[in-house]
Nanobody
Framework: QMQLVESGGGLGQAGGSLRLSCAASGRPFSIYAMGWFRQYPEKEREFVATISWNGVITNYGDSVKGRFTISRENAKNTAYLQMNSLKPEDTAVYYC????????????????????WGQGTQVTVSS
């Protein structure tokens, strides 16, 4: 099992920035791809970004491309989501996840492809 714990959510302003962190434990973090999703009330989880196991390959959803950056520090077992130029429509619960396959290049945009999930962290952006 892999345990994932998100942090860094909270209240941000439109045009501002927030950085989310995802701390992993239970499995060797460095050999797993990671992803970020978000969920609006009563909606399906929406793909935000993925990063390959070695941090070389990243993918982004169209709504965050150019504004958000996914990264990872394997030495700290942590993945990050840097969110810039925030918009009120970025308000959601953000989840980090891992597909659970070793040495994946990432790129999975469908939640059912992910085996491990964090508990989520609320991000609220005021206008």
């Amino acid at each position: 099992q892999m345990q994932l714990v998100e942090s860094g959510g909270g209240l941000g302003q439109a045009g501002g920035s927030l950085r989310l962190s995802c701390a992993a434990s239970g499995r060797p973090f460095s050999i797993y791809a990671m992803g970020w999703f978000r969920q609006y009330p009563e909606k399906e989880r929406e793909f935000v970004a993925t990063i390959s196991w070695n941090g070389v390959i990243t993918n982004y959803g169209d709504s965050v491309k150019g504004r958000f950056t996914i990264s990872r520090e394997n030495a700290k077992n942590t993945a990050y989501l840097q969110m810039n130029s925030l918009k009120p429509e970025d308000t959601a619960v953000y989840y980090c996840a891992s597909p659970g396959r070793t040495y994946s290049i990432g790129g999975d945009t469908i939640p059912s492809k992910y085996a491990y999930w964090g508990q989520g962290t609320q991000v609220t952006v005021s206008s």
